[in-house]
Antibody, heavy 122, light 107 residues
Framework: QVTLRESGPALMKPTQTLTLTCSFSGFSLTTSGLCVSWIRQPPGKALEWLARIDWDDGKYYSTSLKTRLTISKDTSKNQVVLTMTNMDPLDTATYYC??????????????WGQGTLVTVSS | DIQMTQSPSSLSASVGDRVTISCRASQTINNYLNWYQQKPGSAPKLLIYAASSLQSGVPSRFSGSGSGTDFTLTISSLQPEDFATYYCQQTYSNFATFGQGTKVDVK
């Protein structure tokens, strides 16, 4: 059974650095074709993809946020960590992690965590 | 980045209606197009992948079509549990992008 769970601070102040952890079970990030992505959703708004880390340690970042994001994995702990620097109130959102399967002619986000709401306020 | 544009942004429908949602990519994405359903307070759920493949466990009233830049999600007979927001997503590039969403509510 595949599960993912996000954890991190619920409240932050502007300029702080956000660290989010995605703890997962039911799969291994050493398996070829498996990846984990981070996605966020501001209240009442659309989904925004942030970053992805692959089984082979490939890393990809949103063009608009790449200077602020770092993604890493700890395969022994089954965890993926996302850091975002210089947080702003506009970064207030629910942050999700999702398992990604990269197939020969598709790529899908098939399992998602329940999300964690991060509020940025002074 | 590849931009995804959905239409309409919202629609009102009744149980039993046939519902169609469109999604257009700013450049060709072949069939790297997925559809998700999201209900308030919940994470998105994968419905359709590779433009037209039904994810396991998803009712057959959901279907997808299209290729290249233009795609469609169809719900053949809307059920009460289908009132939700639907998102398309391209995964053609290594930088996935989502559409802005289409909210389906009760007429």
């Amino acid at each position: 059974q595949v599960t993912l769970r996000e954890s991190g601070p619920a409240l932050m102040k502007p300029t702080q650095t956000l660290t989010l952890t995605c703890s997962f079970s039911g799969f291994s990030l050493t398996t070829s074709g498996l990846c984990v992505s981070w996605i966020r959703q501001p209240p009442g708004k659309a989904l925004e993809w942030l970053a992805r880390i692959d089984w082979d340690d490939g890393k990809y970042y949103s063009t608009s946020l790449k200077t602020r994001l770092t993604i890493s994995k700890d395969t022994s702990k089954n965890q993926v960590v996302l850091t975002m620097t210089n947080m702003d109130p506009l970064d207030t959102a629910t942050y999700y992690c999702a398992r990604v399967i990269s197939g020969s002619d598709y790529e899908i986000f098939d399992y998602w965590g329940q999300g964690t709401l991060v509020t940025v306020s002074s | 980045d590849i931009q995804m544009t959905q239409s309409p942004s919202s629609l009102s429908a009744s149980v039993g209606d046939r519902v169609t949602i469109s999604c257009r990519a700013s450049q060709t994405i072949n069939n790297y197009l997925n559809w998700y359903q999201q209900k308030p307070g919940s994470a998105p759920k994968l419905l359709i992948y590779a433009a037209s493949s039904l994810q396991s466990g998803v009712p057959s009233r959901f279907s997808g079509s299209g290729s290249g830049t233009d795609f469609t999600l169809t719900i053949s007979s809307l059920q009460p549990e289908d009132f939700a927001t639907y998102y398309c997503q391209q995964t053609y590039s290594n930088f996935a992008t989502f559409g802005q969403g289409t909210k389906v509510d009760v007429k």
